[in-house]
C-alpha cells in the first residue's frame, strides 16, 4: 500500500463528541421547527433519529449523518410549519451556535500539531456548512494546523460521494491512494472508499458501533486518540 501523506476527518463523532455535542442543539432545533409544539417536536425528534427520552441519536439517522438542508426538507414534510429553504437557514443558525458548545474528543491542538510534526496533511470534510467548522477549529485553537476544509456547502458535493476527498487530493498535490478518511459513520467510510483513498478509519465517538463501521473500514479505532499508535504501525511501503 501507498504511504499515508494527508488525513481527512470527519468533525461530529469524531473529532467532537457527538451526545455531548450535539444533543442540547437537536433539542432546541427541534422545538423551534415545531413552532414551540412539544409534542410535534418530539415527532421531528424521532424522524430525525433522536430519541426525546433518552437523547440517543440512532447511527445512520438524519442528525447522524445528514446536511442541514435534508433535515429540514424531512421536517418540512413531517409538518414542521415552514418551507424547506427558509428551515434550512434557521438550522445553519442553531448548528453554528451549538459548535459554540461542542466538546472535544481530545486535545485536538496537541493532537493536530503532533500529526504536524509527522509532515502530514490534514483536512475536515464535515456534512456541517463550512463556516461552523471553521468557528470550530479556531475556537478549539487546531485552525493553524487545518491544510483544508469541506462543509457540505463548499461546492465539492456532499457524503457519501468522493468529491470532498478529491478537492483535498487536489488542494494538496497528494495521490488519492495517500490519503486516510477518519469517520463515525458509514457515509465517512463509503466516501473514502467510492474516491478510492488509501484508508477508510472507523471512530466509535460518534452513533455508530463495530458492527456497523467494521465491514467497510479497513480499521476501527475507540477513539482519533489511536490514531498515531494506528500510523506507527501501518506496514512500511518502502519494505515491501
Ligand atoms: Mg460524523
Not at 91 to 119: C, H, M, Q, S, W
Amino acid at each position: 500500500m501507498t504511504k499515508i501523506t494527508g488525513i481527512l476527518f470527519d468533525k461530529d463523532g469524531t473529532l467532537l463528541d457527538f451526545d455531548k455535542s450535539w444533543e442540547p442543539v437537536n433539542r432546541r432545533a427541534s422545538l423551534f421547527a415545531a413552532a414551540g409544539d412539544e409534542v410535534l417536536a418530539d415527532r421531528l425528534m424521532v424522524i430525525c433519529g433522536m430519541d426525546p427520552l433518552t437523547g440517543k441519536v440512532s447511527s445512520g439517522s438524519l442528525f447522524a449523518a445528514a446536511a442541514p438542508s435534508e433535515i429540514a426538507a424531512a421536517m418540512s414534510n413531517a409538518g414542521a410549519p415552514f418551507e424547506p429553504e427558509e428551515l434550512t437557514a434557521h438550522l445553519d443558525r442553531f448548528f453554528i451556535e451549538g459548535a459554540e458548545n461542542a466538546v472535544a474528543v481530545t486535545d485536538l491542538p496537541a493532537l493536530f500539531k503532533r500529526l504536524k510534526a509527522r509532515g502530514l496533511h490534514l483536512g475536515i470534510a464535515s456534512s456541517d456548512n463550512e463556516a461552523s467548522i471553521r468557528a470550530i477549529a479556531e475556537r478549539m485553537q487546531f485552525m493553524p494546523y487545518v491544510d483544508y476544509i469541506a462543509g457540505y456547502d463548499s461546492g465539492h458535493g456532499v457524503k457519501p460521494n468522493p468529491g470532498m476527498v478529491e478537492a483535498f487530493a487536489r488542494r494538496q498535490n497528494i495521490d488519492l491512494s495517500e490519503i486516510a478518511v477518519v469517520g463515525d459513520n458509514t457515509h465517512d467510510l463509503h466516501m473514502a472508499r467510492n474516491a478510492r483513498a488509501g484508508l477508510a478509519i472507523g471512530v466509535l465517538t460518534g452513533t455508530s458501533g463495530i458492527e456497523a463501521l467494521e465491514p467497510h473500514a479497513d480499521y476501527v479505532l475507540a477513539s482519533i486518540e489511536e490514531l498515531e499508535g494506528l500510523l506507527d504501525r501501518l506496514p512500511d511501503p518502502a519494505v515491501s
